[in-house]
């Protein structure tokens, strides 16, 4: 089974505009981290936000914020106020801390933010 | 503060020529070290992870193989290169903890001609 799931190949906002990036995890551990990364063109991965499943509030960071719901497993991304600059890949990593040694990612989601 | 270097940042070779990239890592001692591969418009797929010198595990099975001399250099190689290992290479480092987010290099584009 896929430990990261991201259902949105490609999302499309209006800049200055709030969106939303789906991350779904799988894990039986009870102590995990999620995280998200931008990849722009340039190829560099760029660390944005953690999670971590103990944690009592979402995390935010600037205009990232994480929606995490623990029942549902789910970390997702939410961006407000898009900017051009934010198009770029966004990935969704898990590591676990039985497995600690591991980031697991998704597929990815491509964001492009329209003028 | 921290720093990771990976080389070169783009490779084009033959089919059947070996490889070797390289990445380091300055500032920390003792990290957990990874190299990834990600094909166009793809996700990132692990292909080594290392714990200490002279520790690898590898995730798939395929025609390359890592190596840490020293606790801060990770290098991939390959003996013979196939059309299929074309792909963005990225090296990263981490520390232990479970909350300790992954520092990526700039990636090396490697096309298989």
């Known amino acids: 089974a896929q430990k990261i799931t991201q259902t949105q190949p490609g999302m499309f906002v209006q800049e200055k505009e709030a969106v939303t990036l789906d991350c779904t995890y799988d894990?039986?551990?009870?102590?995990?981290?999620l995280f998200w990364y931008k990849q722009p063109s340039s190829g560099e991965m760029i660390f944005l936000i953690y999670?971590?499943?103990?944690?009592?509030q979402n995390a935010t960071e600037g205009r990232y914020s994480l929606n995490f719901q623990k029942a549902r497993k789910s970390a997702n991304l939410v961006i407000s106020a898009s900017q051009l600059g934010d198009s770029a890949m966004y990935f969704c990593?898990?590591?676990?801390?039985?497995?600690?040694?591991?980031?697991?990612f998704g597929t990815g989601t491509s964001l492009t933010v329209i003028p | 503060s921290q720093t990771i270097h990976q080389w070169p940042a783009t490779l084009v070779q033959p089919v059947g020529s070996p490889l070797s990239l390289e990445c380091t890592v300055e500032?920390?001692?003792?990290?957990?070290l990874y190299w990834y591969r990600q094909a166009a418009g793809r996700g990132l797929q692990l292909l080594f992870y290392?714990?200490?010198?002279?520790?690898i595990s590898s995730e798939v099975p395929q025609n390359l193989s890592a190596s840490r001399p020293q606790d801060r250099q990770f290098i991939l190689s390959s003996k013979k290169l196939l059309l299929s290992d074309s792909g963005f290479y990225l090296c990263?480092?981490?520390?232990?903890?479970?909350?300790?987010?992954?520092?990526f290099g700039q990636g090396t584009r490697l096309t298989v001609v």
């Open positions: 990263a480092w981490s520390l232990w903890s479970q909350g300790a987010e992954a520092f």
């Open positions: 290392s714990v200490g010198i002279g520790q």
């Open positions: 894990t039986s551990d009870p102590s995990y981290g």
């Open positions: 990593a898990m590591r676990e801390a039985n497995t600690g040694n591991q980031f697991y």
């Open positions: 999670q971590g499943s103990y944690d009592q």
């Open positions: 500032g920390t001692s003792n990290p957990n």
